[in-house]
């Protein structure tokens, strides 16, 4: 019996762990109490990370897709074949014609942020897509205008906070996001002991409601003019107070005269003395901290929201005050040594919508019409990266049909999943416990600072690839083959970088930052370095070319005129509003291959309010059909008070079932694709960041009999309905 230190990379709390290892097996998983970021937590699914080393249906080897099935290649002839196919379609439909997915995972992994960022630039397409435009578009291109950088995000001062205000962020299932927050459950508890208050506003009443000190239902999508309200009331009761480097205050001051909070209350349904409390009660704390997520990034107005929320920071001194949000300074400073580029908008649209690009990507929403509509530039072929965009994105479904008819599609992925099911050849990586792990993003978002080293916990197979050798080999294969356009010095600085393995860049990272720390020093701390709590850093730390913020950036204020469209066209009628959420054992659209996170009750129904079931004359617990103006899907409903009325809820990352059983126990999970009924047409105007929440939809009884879900159980485990990969 041996034990071994790792971390968890499946969310974005980055849990110190401590792995017991058998006969080369992992047989155990605790949290690390040494840890000093996550301090021995872990949530369930750290336990699950040995199901997916030890899955059987977890591809080893390349496979490649025939008319038989999948069929095992080795790695020469899989890098060749998909270095030929992503070739020959730049050379004969140019270098657009190539598009680029990369999942969530990809900021998960330390060779995919030193590689995998490489490997896509060296393709130079501009049909780059990420799950950033289904996500945390709005927080950057927000940081970018207001702060000089697209991740120069402040992050809650939780440990020091007095008043925390949640706008459409769920940390007791999520753990938190945009802020790596290891224990949120714990952290919250002394939040309370030292007297201090959680605020929430969602249309669920979510594990983080119940446990706040006040939850507040808000109408989906109308976060927008309660914000504008609390900013109107900080104006309009003396509240403001903004450092000396902001500028512009007056300008933010008009913009939201119009919005009062009486007027806020008609749409949203929050009461107009709540909002002006709780905007005055955050105000004068001394000590708050005001955060909005997946809930008010992912709607119409998540640019407008997002801004909303830095200018409430902002303008009441709670930026970059202890207990307020602050920027955190890594041992690795990868936004102020611009390792990641400060973001850029509109130097290109896309073909069919004309969409900006920013940062360098395109609005995943439009995926589908740039493969779908014919002409110079159409996209030919596909390269997924550790995603899913079939299940992850507006009209999944639409998304698979288009790539079904791509020229090419190659993955990599350890798994056959709904979208990779698709591709002609996947090349898969080895597992999270089989490489090195620095966290180069995380660091960056954490509510403390510190760093940590984690060696891989188990040797690499034989034979096998970690995720950096594949993006190297990728990407110089497919130069190699396109032919050089670039400078010879160009290109060898190029292949100089991608030779360095990940381990290197972070030393040579670590001894030119401060404060100089090593991979030495590091692997002497195995379980991390404490470097302290987030310092006040203003101006000092802005990116912007004056040092000064610009509290009221044009791009965003413009939009406050559709704000106004939609408070005069008013709440809406008859219609109900659909909302995702997350499980505390789920995983975005991946991990429920795994029996030990999807045993016992199902949990991917639809829950609605028992008012709005007994208006349509619904029983609960029957199959409802859920339509939306894109599609429909068949789902048990659940009744729940915890919804707010007009509001319906169902998980994403669901829609598993295929006609094929390639994807393992999975297949068993019940539960629609939330993504059949969301709508690539609905964007943030400001951002082109996807619509997720608030999608309008009807439920009706469905005409099928009622699935008995609640009894059975999901997945059994057997090996009846494994992977039909074949050596
Ligand atoms: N309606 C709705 N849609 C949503 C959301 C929502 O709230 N509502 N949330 C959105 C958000 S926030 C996100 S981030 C996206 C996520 O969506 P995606 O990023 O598109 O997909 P994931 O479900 O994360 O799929 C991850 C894939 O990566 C693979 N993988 C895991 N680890 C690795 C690895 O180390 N290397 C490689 N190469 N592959 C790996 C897994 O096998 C899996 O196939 O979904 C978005 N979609
Ligand atoms: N267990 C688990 N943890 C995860 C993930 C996972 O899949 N499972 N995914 C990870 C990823 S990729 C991300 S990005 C983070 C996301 O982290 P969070 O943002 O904390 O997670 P969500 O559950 O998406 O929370 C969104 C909340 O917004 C609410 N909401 C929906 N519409 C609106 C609205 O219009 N207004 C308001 N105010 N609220 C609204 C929803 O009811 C929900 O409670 O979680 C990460 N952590
Ligand atoms: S909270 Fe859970 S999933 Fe997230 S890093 Fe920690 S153990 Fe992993
Ligand atoms: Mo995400």
Redesign the pocket.
């Known amino acids: 019996m041996e034990k071994r230190l790792g971390v968890c990379n499946l ?2 709390a980055i849990c110190g762990l401590e792995l017991t290892l058998e006969d080369g097996r992992v047989t155990s998983v605790r949290g690390n109490p040494e840890d000093p970021l996550s301090r021995g937590h872990i ?1 369930p ?1 750290a336990v699950a990370l040995q199901d997916v080393h030890d899955d059987p249906d977890r591809l080893r080897r390349p496979v490649r897709r025939t008319a038989d099935g999948w069929k095992e290649v080795d790695w020469d002839t899989a890098l060749d074949l998909v270095a030929d196919n992503l070739a020959r379609t730049v050379r004969e439909h140019g270098r657009d014609a190539l598009a680029v997915y990369l999942g ?1 995972p990809n900021v998960h992994s330390l060779g995919a942020m030193t590689h995998g960022t490489a490997m896509v630039r060296s393709l130079r397409t501009r049909n780059t897509y990420s ?1 950033t435009s289904v ?2 578009l709005p927080h950057q291109l927000v940081a970018h205008l207001m702060y000089g950088h697209q991740l120069l995000l402040p992050v809650p001062d939780i440990d020091r906070t007095q008043y925390f205000v949640v ?5 007791m ?5 945009l802020m790596t927050v290891p224990d949120f459950p714990r952290r919250l508890r002394e939040l309370k002991a030292r007297g201090g208050r959680m605020v929430v ?4 009443r ?1 594990e ?1 409601a119940k446990v706040a000190t006040e939850h507040h239902f ?1 109408r ?4 927008v003019v309660v914000l504008l309200a609390m900013l109107h009331t900080l104006f309009d009761e003396g509240l403001t107070r903004p450092a000396a480097y902001v500028d512009r205050v007056g300008v933010v001051e008009e913009a939201v005269r119009p919005f009062t909070p009486e007027r806020a209350a008609e749409l949203s349904g929050v009461a107009a003395q709540d909002i002006r409390r709780v905007a005055r009660e955050f105000a004068t704390s001394g000590a708050g901290a005001f955060y909005g ?4 990034s992912t ?1 119409a107005f998540g640019s407008v929201c997002q801004w909303a929320v830095q200018c409430m920071n902002l303008l009441t001194g709670n930026l970059d005050r202890e207990g307020g949000t602050m920027f955190t300074r890594p041992a690795i400073d990868a936004v102020g040594r611009g390792l990641i580029g400060r973001g850029h908008r509109g130097v290109w649209h896309s073909r069919v919508r004309g969409l900006p690009e920013f940062g360098g990507e395109l609005p995943v929403s439009t995926l589908a019409d740039e493969i779908l509509t014919p002409g110079e530039g159409q996209v030919r072929a596909l390269l997924t990266v550790a995603g899913n965009p079939v299940l992850s994105t507006p009209d999944g479904k639409r998304l698979a049909g288009a790539v079904e008819n791509l020229d090419f599609v190659a993955a990599v992925d350890f798994y056959v999943n709904e979208t990779t099911r698709h591709a002609d050849v996947i090349l898969p990586p080895t597992s999270a416990l089989e490489r090195d792990h620095y966290d180069l993003v995380f660091h960056t978002l954490a509510v403390r600072n510190t760093a940590r080293f984690t060696p891989a916990v188990l040797p690499k197979p034989e034979g096998a690839l970690e995720d950096w050798e594949i993006f190297r080999e990728i990407a110089l294969r497919t130069a190699k083959r396109v032919g050089a356009r670039t400078s010879l010095r160009k290109r060898l600085v190029a292949a100089g970088r991608l030779r360095l393995s990940p381990r290197r860049t972070v030393d040579l990272l670590l001894r030119t930052d401060r404060p100089r720390l090593s991979l030495r020093t590091l692997r002497k701390h195995p379980a991390g370095v404490d470097l302290g709590p987030l310092r006040p850093a203003l101006p000092d730390r802005l990116m912007t070319r004056d040092k000064r913020i610009d509290a009221a950036p044009h791009l965003v204020l413009d939009d406050l005129s559709r704000v106004e469209e939609a408070l005069a066209a008013g709440p809406g009628v008859g219609e109900l509003r659909l ?10 659209s991946w991990m429920h291959n795994t029996e030990r996170l999807t045993r016992g009750r199902p949990r991917h129904h639809l829950l609605m309010h028992p008012e709005d079931l007994a208006e349509r004359g619904i029983a609960d617990g029957t199959t409802v059909t859920v339509t939306s103006r894109v599609g429909a899907v068949e789902v048990e409903v659940r009744a729940s008070e915890d919804m707010m009325p007009g509001v319906v ?1 169902l998980p994403h ?1 669901y829609g598993h079932q295929r006609d094929d059983v390639l994807l393992g126990n999975a297949t068993t999970v019940p539960g629609p694709s939330i993504n059949d009924l969301t709508d690539p047409g609905e964007l943030d105007a400001v951002s082109g960041n996807a619509v997720l ?2 999608v309008p939809v009807t439920v009706a009884a469905s005409s099928r009999r009622s699935a008995r879900s609640d009894s059975a159980r999901i997945g059994d485990g057997t090996s009846a309905t494994r992977s039909t990969v074949a050596p």
Do not use: I, L, Y
């Open positions: 969310c974005e949530c699914k969530n799950a996500d945390q706008f459409g962020g769920n940390p299932a999520s753990n938190g996001s506003f969602d249309p669920r979510t983080t808000v989906p999508g109308t976060d997520r997946m809930g008010v709607q909302v995702g959420r997350r499980h505390q054992r789920d995983c975005n809820s990352g929440n608030g």
